[in-house]
């Protein structure tokens, strides 16, 4: 199980995310809101990466 991003660079809208630590810990069941453009896409793409151990820009890659 994914606990948190630490780092994110140059990754969509993240050109340089880390995580503070008053950001609590992902769980078992995580809800993720956000106004347009804020990143919500991203951060699934991120998680898409993880799983197929490769980088995903795109759906299309699928």
Not at 30 to 54: D, M, P, Q
């Amino acid at each position: 199980m994914i606990a948190k991003i630490s780092k994110l660079k140059n990754f969509g809208i993240f050109h340089d995310f880390s995580w503070k630590a008053e950001l609590p810990e992902f769980q078992r069941f995580n809800l993720i809101y956000g106004w347009n453009r804020s990143g919500k896409t991203t951060v699934s793409r991120v998680f898409a990466s993880c799983e197929r151990k490769c980088v995903v820009i795109n759906e299309k890659q699928w």
